[in-house]
C-alpha cells in the first residue's frame, strides 16, 4: 500500500514556472514507477509524465515536451514534476500516480496502468 500526497500547486502568470512535489508513505517507493496526471474543467484525465522505477527513463506526450521534466528522490520518496513556460492551457488539477511490478525502464502513458493515486494539486495558469 502506498501513499501519496501532491503538494506546489498555485497560481501562477503564463511563461512562469511550477514544481510540483509528490511524498509518498510505505514501503518499495524505489521499485514503483512513477506517473503525473492531469485534469481540466471538462476534460478527461490526461498524462504528462512519467519516470521508470530505476530512473533510467522518462516520457512527456507532445503537448508538454520540452517544458514539463520529471524527476526522483527515492532517498525522501518523493518525484517532482518541474513546469516551465505554463501556458493557461495548462490550468489543471494535477496528480501523481505509482504503478508496481513494471519492468524496468517501463513508462506508462495510461491511467489503468497505474495502482495508486494522490488526492491533485490544483495549478491555474493566468493569461
Known amino acids: 500500500q502506498l501513499q501519496l500526497v501532491e503538494s506546489g500547486g498555485g497560481l501562477v502568470q503564463a511563461g512562469g514556472s511550477l514544481r510540483l512535489s509528490c511524498g509518498a508513505s510505505g514501503p518499495g517507493f524505489s521499485r514503483y514507477t512513477m506517473g503525473w496526471f492531469r485534469r481540466a474543467p471538462g476534460k478527461e484525465r490526461e498524462f504528462v509524465a512519467a519516470?521508470?522505477?530505476?530512473?533510467?527513463?522518462?516520457h512527456n506526450p507532445d503537448s508538454v515536451r520540452g517544458r514539463f521534466f520529471i524527476s526522483r528522490d527515492d532517498a525522501n520518496n518523493t518525484v517532482y514534476l518541474q513546469m516551465n513556460s505554463l501556458k493557461p492551457a495548462d490550468t489543471a488539477v494535477y496528480y501523481c500516480?505509482?504503478?508496481?511490478?513494471?519492468?524496468?525502464?517501463?513508462?506508462?502513458?495510461?491511467?489503468?496502468?497505474?495502482?495508486?493515486w494522490g488526492q491533485g494539486t490544483q495549478v491555474t495558469v493566468s493569461s
Open positions: 500516480a505509482a504503478s508496481w511490478g513494471l519492468l524496468a525502464g517501463s513508462t506508462p502513458a495510461r491511467d489503468f496502468e497505474y495502482d495508486y
Open positions: 519516470i521508470s522505477w530505476n530512473g533510467v527513463s522518462t
